[in-house]
């Protein structure tokens, strides 16, 4: 199997053939739902509820850190927090076919938040103090560790090397993500002490559905060891004044389970940036799959490494403003 082309095998036919083997009666219907860095399908299953079918990408994460991954989500379901655990057949959850690996998840439906409310976000704090108290009673030992070496400079010196950037933008690229880390790693030392433990590591909107029941998290792919701000930072959005107001809401939900250090505050502005540099070298990363050019055929122009040049140089200046405080 080509890492460049990792689910060129992946048809429709192999997609049930596994799900067979796992002993699903499909009935033969077939969904492919929203993701790229993984192949996600709905599939129809007889005399049953469709079930959800995630075939993880090779060479991204080692069977130890997957089945991590499931361990934390059944530990957090076994409290009766609102989230999707994968199925298990026989006690395992992480399956193999045809040089694949997968899980089969039960299908949760449910709306993108708006997070509108003083309600809502104080639900959704909730959902997460609840998730990260779990998540500080044990370590994980095979996922990864939130680090600005993987995030920042491995991800800048990739674009770099891989020459994405027109040859008139890649000196002030270098500049200006070489002031930007260096700011943002005098910024993260030791995560200014915060309490580190497992979080979800990706917890933006996309991946929180909401039912009248409430929230729930629907992947626990990107989950790592770090600090709690991590998953609060993402559900943000707007002047500083809203944002403060936001995370009032978000906070008074959140340490009715788990205090929440101010310190951490202050990580906020570097670990935006770290997604950034991040982002746009997860799809140099990714290019060679053909799912990435048709999805996001903007990323190889010009104008989009522009426009990203000047974010970062926007981000920079957001780095070196005082912190949010509540």
């Keep these: 199997m080509s890492i460049q082309t990792p689910y060129a095998q992946l048809s429709p036919e192999a997609v049930l053939d596994?799900?067979?083997?796992?002993?699903?009666?499909?009935?033969?219907?077939?969904?492919?739902?929203?993701?790229?860095?993984?192949?996600?399908?709905?599939?129809?299953?007889?005399?049953?509820?469709?079930?959800v079918a995630k075939f993880y990408r090779p060479g991204r994460w080692d069977d130890a850190a997957i089945r991590e991954e499931h361990a934390f989500a059944a530990e957090l379901a076994a409290q009766e927090i609102p989230v999707v655990a994968p199925l298990g057949r026989e006690g395992e959850t992480l399956h193999f076919h045809h040089g694949f690996r997968y899980a089969v998840f039960p299908r949760r439906g449910g709306r993108w938040p708006e997070l509108g409310t003083t309600d809502e976000r104080a639900w959704v704090g909730r959902f997460l103090g609840r998730i990260h108290a779990v998540g500080r009673s044990a370590p994980f030992r095979h996922r990864a560790r939130l680090d600005v070496e993987e995030l920042g400079i491995k991800s800048r010196d990739f674009v770099l090397d891989g020459g994405w950037l027109p040859d008139?933008?890649?000196?002030?690229?270098?500049?200006v993500t070489a002031e930007l880390l260096r700011e943002v790693g005098r910024r993260t030392r030791n995560w200014r002490g915060a309490v580190l433990g497992r979080i979800l590591g990706d917890c933006h909107r996309g991946n929180i559905l909401w039912t009248?029941?409430?929230?729930?998290?629907?992947?626990?792919?990107?989950?790592?060891?770090?600090?709690?701000?991590?998953?609060?930072?993402?559900?943000?959005?707007?002047?500083?004044?809203?944002?403060?107001?936001?995370?009032?809401?978000?906070?008074?939900?959140?340490?009715?389970?788990?205090?929440?250090?101010?310190?951490?505050?202050?990580?906020?502005?570097?670990?935006r940036a770290l997604r950034m540099i991040h982002y746009s070298a997860w799809l140099a990363r990714r290019w060679d799959d053909p799912a990435f050019p048709r999805a996001f055929p903007w990323f190889a122009e010009p104008r989009y490494w522009e426009q990203h040049y000047r974010s970062l140089d926007e981000q920079l200046a957001a780095v070196l403003e005082p912190p949010l405080e509540l």
């Design 18 to 51: 596994a799900l067979e083997a796992v002993g699903f009666r499909c009935d033969g219907r077939i969904l492919e739902l929203n993701s790229y860095e993984n192949r996600v399908y709905q599939i129809g299953i007889e005399d049953g509820s469709p079930v």
């Design 168 to 175: 008139y933008l890649a000196p002030k690229y270098e500049a």
């Design 212 to 271: 009248e029941q409430g929230p729930h998290f629907v992947d626990l792919d990107d989950c790592v060891t770090g600090p709690a701000i991590q998953d609060l930072w993402m559900l943000l959005a707007g002047s500083p004044a809203e944002m403060r107001a936001q995370l009032t809401d978000v906070l008074e939900g959140y340490e009715q389970f788990l205090p929440f250090d101010r310190r951490e505050l202050a990580l906020i502005e570097s670990l």
